[in-house]
């Protein structure tokens, strides 16, 4: 969607990850609560860029927040599986 220059869905998408990321930290076990709750924060910060960038139309600038986000979803993801 933003590879080819859709910006018009890039909030409906990245809210639609953060509200998902935002209800982790009631479903993780205790001891991933703080990394969860991080993480969310984290994305919660990149939805809101994703949406400001993609409303302004800066491609470049929403293709950065989208890999950031990306990065950041990929964290979370690694931080949630070590033990």
């Known amino acids: 969607m933003v ?3 859709d910006l018009g ?3 409906d998408h990245a809210f639609a ?4 990321v935002k209800a982790l930290p009631a479903k993780v076990p205790a001891e991933d609560k703080e990394k969860a709750e991080t993480g969310a924060k ?5 939805a809101a860029d994703i949406d400001k960038s993609a409303a302004a ?3 470049k600038a929403t293709e950065a927040n989208v890999k950031k986000m990306d990065e950041a979803i990929a964290k979370l993801k690694t931080d949630l ?3």
């Not at 990850?17 to 998902?20: A, E, G, M, Q, S």
């Not at 984290?42 to 990149?46: A, H, N, R, S």
């Open 3 to 5: 590879a080819q220059k």
């Open 17 to 20: 990850i953060r509200d998902l």
């Open 57 to 59: 139309k800066a491609q």
């Open 81 to 83: 599986k070590a033990k």
């Open 42 to 46: 984290e994305i919660t910060k990149l």
């Open 9 to 11: 869905e890039a909030h």
